[in-house]
């Protein structure tokens, strides 16, 4: 080999390990970088030439910058991740519905409900006596209240979630727009054999939280291009193109419309079987909610039947009779967002079964109290079976901790996973600063032999062209 050929093998040396030593500082600069993919560079031999007929290497080089990166791994946290967009949308939501209703030795409707039927007992005992007649008639104004405080509150959940759909699909939109642009990068970088990887990795975290927003699946092309589809079939991203997300105001609701990915036409979608925020928002608005409505609903509707049937019966003190203590019900579906006490006056309270001025002792009468006060023990028939309207409360306060339980072992779970498999990809991609510095010192190392080398064949043919003088 000559001198000129030593001089060039050892420049390949210093290029490669120079590059060598750019991709570990760029793997620990980016230690912390959310997504970022461990790079190794892969190192190749030059090809070899003959020297007095002897096959000799002419030096080395970086073939490629390898990210480290397990597409199977990516596909199950791009499912995890649906997963737990979903359970933690409804976790969240039924925190909010179970500080609706405590048990019934709590505040609340449960024990708004007992108080109520205890005062008509306390009536019973002095069915003339103006306090315990107020007493009735202010429970049972507290009692309507906290149906339609509830009532109140869950709608404005189920409002709330319906308004979240506008920032949900932006927020979409703007996912699928940069995965779109990302797909162009990468293809013009690739095309003139340029190192892609960062973006690579950047456009592998927008899927991720692509899917934690609504649930997608995605392929790569032969191009490098990333197609993201949902899980129907709908195209949302192909090549340059990305699909456009909107809602449209449906009675109050929203409809949620997509613009597939190359198209011009806005469809409706249903998105309610769907994955991620989205579809557990949608759990939320048009199930969840109004499940709990509809309970509510049931049981006021009862309640106030009941005691309205009980009370119509009675007289009051003022004679009056055939009052209904609530408002009467025109349908169950809402009652409880409209439920009031009928009546306003402690004479009206019909404490007894008959009229007090045809009857001697009807000034006394305490039958129609006790007989309301008993209402409490009584089973009604419901849609959850014969019940007392307190089992029935109770009923529904072990359906929202069931629903409870069942949303936080979801998360748990769910979190569980993703914290495994970001731990298993953290220790297939994720930079170790331990091996970084000792890659460090390697290249370090085979730099200063290559510099080694040159300068050692420069004394040569230092000593070359001394010997020519």
Do not use: C
């Not at 461990?38 to 020297?51: A, G």
């Not at 892609?196 to 456009?203: F, G, I, K, V, Y």
């Not at 195209?235 to 809602?247: E, H, K, M, Q, W």
């Not at 990809?425 to 331990?434: I, Y």
């Amino acid at each position: 080999m000559s001198l000129n050929g030593i001089l060039n093998t050892a420049y390949t040396g210093l290029t490669a390990q120079k590059a060598a030593i750019q991709v570990t500082s760029e793997n620990i600069s980016n230690m912390a970088t959310p997504g970022y993919s461990k790079q190794t560079p892969i190192f190749e031999t030059m090809p070899t030439t003959l020297d007095n007929g002897f096959p000799l290497g002419s030096g080395v080089q970086i073939a490629q910058v390898q990210r480290n990166y397990d597409d199977l791994l990516q596909t199950l946290l791009k499912k995890e991740n649906s997963n737990n967009g979903e359970s933690t949308t409804e976790q969240t939501s039924m925190l909010r519905i179970q500080q609706l209703f405590p048990d019934l030795t709590g505040d609340g409707l449960g024990k708004s409900l007992e108080n109520y039927f205890n005062a008509w007992q306390d009536l019973s005992t002095n069915p003339q006596g103006t306090p315990e007649r107020q007493a009735v008639l202010s429970t049972g104004k507290l009692l309507a209240d906290n149906f339609k405080q509830i009532n109140t509150y869950l709608t404005d959940l189920k409002t709330q979630a319906n308004q979240s759909l506008a920032g949900l699909t932006n927020d979409i939109n703007d996912k699928l727009k940069n995965i779109a642009s990302l797909n162009v990068e990468i293809q013009q970088t690739e095309s003139v054999n340029g190192n892609a990887n960062e973006l690579r990795d950047q456009r592998d975290l927008l899927v991720l939280d692509l899917a934690k927003k609504v649930g997608v699946n995605y392929k790569e092309e032969s191009n490098s291009n990333l197609t993201i589809t949902l899980a129907s079939g709908e195209t949302l991203v192909s090549g340059a193109t990305s699909g456009i997300f909107s809602v449209q105001d449906n009675g109050g609701n929203y409809d949620i419309n997509l613009t597939q990915a190359g198209s011009k036409t806005a469809a409706a979608i249903d998105l309610s079987n769907s994955k991620g925020e989205i579809g557990g928002t949608l759990q939320v608005r048009d199930k969840t909610v109004d499940s709990y409505l509809t309970k509510l609903d049931e049981l006021a509707y009862n309640l106030a039947n009941q005691v309205n049937s009980m009370h119509k019966a009675g007289y009051g003190l003022d004679n009056s009779t055939g009052n209904d203590f609530f408002s009467p019900p025109a349908a169950m579906v809402g009652y409880s967002a409209v439920i009031t006490v009928a009546i306003g006056k402690t004479d009206q309270v019909a404490a007894a079964d008959v009229d007090i001025t045809a009857a001697a002792s009807g000034t006394g009468n305490n039958n129609n109290a006790l007989k309301l006060a008993g209402l409490k023990n009584t089973s009604i028939s419901s849609s959850a079976g014969n019940m007392t309207l307190p089992d029935y409360y109770n009923a529904l306060v072990s359906s929202v901790g069931v629903g409870v339980q069942d949303a936080q072992r979801a998360t748990d779970l769910s979190n569980s996973v993703l914290t495994q498999m970001n731990n298993l990809r953290e220790s297939q991609s994720g930079v170790s600063l331990d091996e970084e510095m000792t890659n460090l010192i390697k290249y370090q190392k085979a730099f200063e032999g290559s510099a080694k080398v040159i300068n050692t064949a420069t004394e040569m043919m230092d000593t070359v062209l001394g010997l020519i003088r």
